[in-house]
């Protein structure tokens, strides 16, 4: 059994650029969540994706918009970066719709923006 | 708004010690998380709890879930290094919601 996996570990980007994060599910997944983690901080949760809709949204700003792919994996991608944009991004997948089935959660890419 | 607040924020503690991480929150949820995560890595799950009364145990871990005082506890018997990390929890409600986290230093 596959684990979640993301790309890249890590990454740096100016103010203004745009990114693009990439999380491939837990084998028999078909539900990914995106997390930003600033240091010292507990994750905060930014959408989720169930079967290549939207299900779900934080308190995130538009310019954080993602994609889900019929193989489940997923992307997360960041316009117009800003300076508290720098975190760890974490992606977590899990078996059913909704927050509340077990997450199990990648290793993050850590977005550094100066 | 659901709010989630764990105490303490930092813990050190002596090897053998026990000791008790709170977490409460603000809203009714009847499901709660306990992850780890170990510096620079990713957050592992240990325990869900999924209903009032729910006591889980793993090792030197257990978690409990009170949902009428809407507090969950994790406690740790007799501390080793090895549990030495950061402890979340989080509350489902239409989101997940983690706690700050209680960063545990376990000590020789």
Known sequence: ETGVTQSPTHLIKTRGQQVTLRCSSQSGHNTVSWYQQALGQGPQFIFQYYREEENGRGNFPPRFSGLQFPNYSSELNVNALELDDSALYLCASSARQGVEDTQYFGPGTRLTVL | ?108
């Open chain 2, 1 to 108: 708004e659901l709010k989630v607040e764990q105490n303490p924020l930092f813990l050190s503690m002596q090897e053998g010690k026990n000791y008790t991480i709170y977490c409460n929150y603000s809203t009714t949820s009847d499901r709660l998380y306990w992850y780890r995560q170990d510096p620079g890595k990713s957050l592992e799950s240990l325990f869900v709890l999924l209903s009032n009364g729910a006591v889980k145990q793993e090792g030197r871990l257990m978690a409990s879930l009170d949902t009428k005082a809407r507090l969950s506890t994790l406690h740790i018997t007799a501390a080793v290094h090895d549990l030495s990390a950061t402890y979340f929890c989080a509350v489902v409600q239409n989101d997940m919601r983690f706690g700050a986290g209680t960063r545990l230093t376990v000590k020789p």
